[in-house]
């Protein structure tokens, strides 16, 4: 199986980001996209888009194009800049490396409306563990 795949079956066990219901478009080497499906229990108290569900889909894309090497890749520091409220339909996150080396990689995402419009941008950096995903035991 190559890389890319035993990326995308390493994250089918994200639970979390099952449960919110992300689901993984696409995965490049350094990039990702998915996509959430925006339901009652992503509102908030005056019902928009909760900032966490946002950022939970922005999360997810920075993790899968982090890995996407094959090496495992933990953030370290994120930050997330919230630019247009959500109300519904479908948001998506497109993650792209700005920078990679051996020990650090730097991502930008980018979360949209179904418009393409910008909802958010997230920037994030992952420290490059020496372990491989395809030698991590699932349960």
Do not use: W
Not at 6 to 18: C, G, L, P, S, T
Not at 98 to 125: C, H, P
Request: aromatic content about 8%; overall charge negative.
């Amino acid at each position: 199986m190559d890389s890319l795949n035993i990326v995308k079956n390493y994250f089918k066990n994200d639970r979390f980001a099952e449960h919110i219901g992300i689901e993984i478009l696409e995965v490049t080497p350094g990039s990702a996209k998915a996509k959430m499906k925006i339901e009652d229990h992503h509102l908030n108290a005056v019902n928009l888009v909760h900032g966490g569900a946002i950022f939970g889909l922005a999360d997810l894309v920075f993790a899968v194009a982090s890995n996407s090497h094959g090496v495992v890749s933990l953030g370290i520091s994120v930050s997330v800049s919230y630019i247009k409220a959500a109300q519904g339909g479908t948001l998506f996150a497109t993650a792209t490396e700005v920078s990679k080396n051996s020990r650090l990689g730097t991502y930008s995402i980018e979360i949209t409306d179904e418009d393409g419009e910008i909802i958010a941008v997230f920037l994030g950096t992952v420290y490059r563990k020496k372990e491989n995903i395809k030698d991590i035991v699932l349960p």
